[in-house]
């Protein structure tokens, strides 16, 4: 079964395949997915993964239901063992495998609580859906991974520099007035570190990564100075949680950690989206020619229809 679930599933080889599957079926309107369909089921909120699996799944030939788990349908429980008395009317457990039965691939998002660190480690959401599901699972962003994120950003540097091999890349935090996941950090840099780049972390020390993402992550360089920025070939901003003071928001005197055209020098900029303008990242960072994160965006389209193929076997 091939599950899309982390990056760290699969090799070097396979994930350069189906980049390289994408970037020669760019825009590729066929009827690889006819009959086909995907469940996409969203606990949170998405504009670009939702659009972008509805379009791409209609592009291939095949048919897409949206749910929005608890509204719509009933709210999923997912812990193991529980009696049920709370407010959730239906388990993961029996969902997962009645889906199963009408759908190929269920595609879930599930963001972390940010409240409880310890389910959150355990990615409890989509590990029942791998559990329980009888088809390929593809993870739209869980508590831990975005890894259809993290290759659509890979597919944007190897288009943007003809390779990932050696490519200097920050992962660089930014100010947020909220304390949001690290998914897409952990898998930006895992999938960098899988497939070459030249891999710095830059944040301010009470922002590490996560022990599981760090130890896969070989000699990573770790700064807590911005001045690296502007000697990087690509600027990745994104604000990500404390794990030291764990679902607080940033502290006021990290603002002045918003990237800036000056911090940036002479690098590409890309952001996974949404970003919070002048306080992420500035107007001047977006308005730059610098900036290829609509880019990025758009492979995320590219991207995810090679990763249906190849979770049903197509590729
Ligand atoms: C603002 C927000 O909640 N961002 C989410 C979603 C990012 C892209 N899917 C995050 O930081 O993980
Ligand atoms: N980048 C990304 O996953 O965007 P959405 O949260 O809008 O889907």
């Not at 540097?157 to 007035?177: D, Y």
């Not at 130890?215 to 911005?226: A, K, N, S």
Request: net charge negative.
């Amino acid at each position: 079964m091939r599950h899309f679930i982390n990056t760290g599933d699969y090799d070097r080889a396979t994930l350069e395949t189906i980049l390289t599957h994408a970037m020669t079926h760019r825009g590729e309107r066929s009827t690889a997915l006819s009959g086909r369909t995907v469940a996409l089921m969203f606990f949170d909120s998405s504009l670009r993964t939702r659009a972008s699996f509805a379009v791409g799944i209609a592009q291939l030939g095949g048919t897409s239901v949206t749910f929005e788990v608890g509204r719509g349908t009933w709210n999923l429980e997912y812990q193991e063992g529980v009696v049920m008395d709370g407010d959730k009317p239906e388990h993961i457990a029996d969902a997962a495998q009645v889906l199963s039965r009408y759908f190929d691939v269920l595609a879930i998002r599930c963001f972390p609580s940010l409240k409880r660190p310890e389910e959150d480690a355990a990615d409890p959401v989509i590990e029942a859906f791998r559990r329980y599901a009888t088809v390929p699972v593809i993870n739209l962003e869980s508590a831990l991974y975005h890894p259809c994120q993290a290759m659509a950003d890979m597919l944007t540097i190897r288009e943007r520099f003809g390779r990932t091999e050696g490519v200097r890349v920050a992962l660089a935090w930014t100010p947020h007035i909220k304390a949001l996941p690290t998914a897409v950090p952990n898998s930006f840099a895992l999938v960098a570190a899988q497939l070459g780049c030249r891999l710095t972390i830059v944040a301010p020390p009470e922002f590490p990564l996560p022990d599981v993402v760090m130890e896969r992550l070989g000699d990573v360089e770790v700064v807590h100075d911005q001045s690296v920025l502007a000697r990087q070939d690509v600027v990745y901003a994104k604000s990500w949680a404390s794990l030291v003071n764990y679902g607080a928001p940033p502290p006021a005197r990290y603002r002045d950690w918003i990237l800036t055209p000056e911090k940036l020098g002479s690098a590409r900029f890309l952001h996974c989206l949404p970003l919070r303008r002048n306080v992420e990242v500035t107007d001047a960072v977006l308005a730059s020619a610098q900036n290829d994160c609509y880019d990025e965006a758009e492979n995320r389209l590219h991207v995810q229809k090679s990763i249906l193929q190849f979770c049903l076997h197509l590729i």
